[in-house]
């Protein structure tokens, strides 16, 4: 058997911290900053919170790095979880996440929806018009990538939106230029300081893929720190910089009570055109996640019925638009089954997460297998502060796994039960569809 080709380390430091920033930022930051405001219920927690998320998603990022560094492979979770507990684990994971990237994508739409609404439809207050609006827009974007792939990528271009630009001059004009609100704690009672933890965590979701840069980064035990802190300092900055805006701005109860907080932030600062200009990017930025997620996932499901744990209908791609037409209708199904039985942005997010702290939680406990082994290569990553901090990164992801579990036990469940129908599944691909070991 060949010796597989060793990946040529190219990327600076810099590169890697760019890297780090476009996994990490995304839509999250102009919706859960009302959540995060009602579980919290005073500026100070509300502030802490986003802090504290972001020391936590650090860890993380370093974790999985180091994790990444010992194992440059392709395949991710699957390869690692496979290496050091057991295929079917590993395959069980990478089945849940696979089908949990259609609630989040669903999530997304939800906040595109939310935010393009108010534009159409004077006083809109209704979810089911909501949830119309966001299943139309999945529905939409799965017709454009069901013509081709070429008419899919132009729809990515288009959609491209610049949101570190955006986040950061909002940030900053709005401190500039909107009155001070009063800070008067919200009409409900603060939750736990986890409960608002939790929707940080969401917002900071991607800092996992650093298990990816490992063997990408020159000098990657000297350099792969430095860009993650970098690229991490950069998003916790911008992101405790709008929020400090949202905070001056509106004060914890109208955060609180404003699920469009970006909308109404321009709206104090700039008037009703600033309103209806940053909500029309915010849609465009949360349609073009959307694409992009319906672009890349019939490909993983090409992979995994390539490795036999799929059926071989997954296989097929049309000759004449070159799209994996199977793939794309079941990604489909995964978008817009959980959008009509959950119903809610809110909803869509405890059960996203539930089954995301699961998972990190799995994937980062597998760096304590892979140092009792040793072994490594002397260039090898090796993240700060271990063994506490990685302990501490799977403590509190499991506490967040607990939580929802305890306050939105259905959802958890639902979760679980997505997660065990993974284990038959892998059981029938090795039976019927010549699924190779890991």
């Not at 892998?426 to 890991?438: C, V, Y």
Request: net charge positive.
């Amino acid at each position: 058997m060949a010796e597989p080709t060793r990946i040529e380390a190219k990327l600076s430091a810099f590169d890697a911290a760019m890297v780090v920033v476009s996994l990490v930022i995304g839509i999250g930051i102009f919706r859960t900053p009302a959540i995060v405001a009602a579980a919290a219920g005073s500026s100070g927690r509300f502030l802490a919170a986003w802090a504290v998320g972001g020391l936590i998603s650090l860890v993380g990022a370093f974790t999985f790095a180091e994790i990444g560094s010992r194992r440059p492979r392709a395949g991710g979770y699957y390869k690692v979880v496979a290496d050091c507990y057991h295929p079917a684990l590993a395959f069980m994971l990478n089945w849940a996440q696979a089908l949990m990237q259609g609630a989040g994508a669903a999530g997304v739409a939800f906040i595109g929806a939310e935010y393009l609404l108010p534009l159409i439809v004077r006083g809109h207050r209704s979810p089911s018009l909501t949830l119309a609006t966001a299943c139309a827009l999945m529905m939409a974007l799965l017709f454009a990538n069901w013509l081709g792939v070429r008419s899919g990528s132009r729809t990515q271009n288009l959609l491209s939106i610049a949101k570190i630009a955006m986040i950061a001059g909002l940030a900053i004009l709005a401190l500039a230029l909107a009155p001070r609100a009063p800070d008067a704690a919200p009409a409900a009672p603060p939750s736990t300081f986890l409960a608002a933890l939790i929707p940080c965590f969401y917002a900071y979701g991607g800092y996992q893929m650093t298990m990816n840069l490992g063997a990408d980064v020159k000098d990657a035990r000297r350099k792969l720190p430095l860009a993650i802190t970098a690229g991490m300092a950069i998003v916790v900055g911008l992101y405790l910089g709008i929020n400090v805006a949202y905070q001056r701005a509106l004060g914890t109860s109208g955060i609180a009570g404003s699920k469009l907080v970006a909308a109404a932030l321009s709206r104090v600062t700039f008037g009703p055109v600033g309103e209806a200009v940053i909500s029309l990017l915010i849609f465009l930025s949360a349609a073009g996640f959307v694409n992009a997620t319906v672009l890349q996932m019939p490909r993983t499901f090409y992979a995994m019925a390539e490795d036999g744990v799929l059926p071989r209908g997954f296989l097929r791609v049309n000759e004449r638009t070159q799209v994996q037409e199977l793939g794309l209708l079941f990604f489909g199904v995964t978008m817009l089954v959980p959008a009509f039985l959950l119903g809610s942005f809110e909803k869509l997010l405890s059960y996203v997460m539930f089954t995301d702290a699961l998972t990190f939680v799995v994937v980062a406990s597998t760096l304590f297998v892979l140092r009792r082994r040793g072994g490594a290569a002397d260039d090898v990553f090796r993240m700060p502060g271990y063994p506490v901090l990685p302990a501490l990164f799977v403590l509190c992801l499991f506490g967040v796994a607990v939580h929802i579990c305890v306050t939105e036990t259905r959802l958890a469940l639902a979760g679980a039960l997505v997660f065990a129908t993974g284990l038959p599944l892998f059981l029938a691909g090795r039976r019927l569809w010549g699924a190779r070991p890991s």
